[in-house]
């Protein structure tokens, strides 16, 4: 099984600044089929990005996902008010798993 | 509207059973890789199952294997999971998801239903 490692696990910053959320797989993820997902408190997880680095349908173009192999980023490049929520990565090459999440607070 | 609605969730004592169920509208179901994923209160997401367009293949997660059973029935747009032998800790939100196919992202999810598990 891929296990999933995501850091921090709770980064705090400000709206307007840049969020770099890490995701790192104990071996390599098949072809980057690796997605992130974000989760607001009683919702279902959004797709935000696939393949490592496409934007899915909607998704503004703020956020951008980076990487290959075993180490992958997602990137907002200004945050806002909307933007503060639990993040998630998934490998879909080998089976599914999904990393710990990352908890974007404000500051 | 694209959606997905699942029902079937409660309150079960240990060792016995729950069927979920999701209903789908607004894409095409038949064309779809289904997903069953849980999440317990607090914590992150597990991958439970899947079910392939036809439902030829289907594929557990070891935590459930033996336990759950997914199923699907294209003619009424409608994916379902038999849970058997609950445990306390299969206590969780359990949401039905979409994928293209099986090596895709999970595009379209419901709402979640509760399954509590408790004597």
């Known amino acids: 099984e891929i296990v999933l490692t995501q850091s921090p696990g709770t980064l705090s910053l400000s709206p307007g600044e840049r969020a770099t959320l890490s995701c790192r797989a104990s071996?390599?993820?098949?072809?980057?089929?690796l997605a992130w997902y974000q989760q607001k408190p009683g919702q279902p997880p959004r797709l935000l990005i696939y393949?490592?680095?496409s934007r899915a349908s909607g998704i503004p173009d703020r956020f951008s996902g980076s990487g290959s192999g075993t180490d992958f980023t997602l990137t907002i490049s200004r945050l806002e008010p909307e933007d503060f929520a639990v993040y998630f990565c998934?490998?879909?090459?080998?089976?599914?798993?999904f990393g710990q999440g990352t908890k974007l607070e404000i500051k | 509207q694209v959606q997905l609605v699942e029902s079937g969730g409660g309150v079960v004592q240990p060792g016995r059973s729950l069927k979920l169920s999701c209903a789908a509208s607004?894409?095409?179901?038949?064309?779809?890789?289904m997903h069953w994923v849980r999440q317990a209160p607090g914590k992150g997401l597990e991958w439970v199952a899947g079910?392939?367009?036809?439902?030829?293949?289907?594929y557990y997660a070891d935590s459930v294997k033996g336990r759950f059973t997914i199923s699907r029935d294209n003619s009424k747009n409608t994916l379902y999971l038999q849970m058997n032998s609950l445990r306390a800790e299969d206590t969780a939100v359990c949401y039905c998801?979409?994928?293209?196919?099986?090596?895709?992202?999970?595009?379209?999810w419901g709402q979640g239903t509760m399954v509590t598990v408790s004597s």
């Open positions: 607004g894409f095409s179901f038949s064309n779809s890789v």
């Open positions: 071996q390599s993820v098949t072809s980057s089929y």
């Open positions: 998934q490998q879909y090459g080998s089976s599914y798993t």
């Open positions: 998801a979409r994928s293209e196919r099986g090596a895709d992202a999970f595009d379209i």
């Open positions: 079910i392939s367009y036809d439902g030829g293949y289907k």
């Open positions: 393949g490592a680095s």
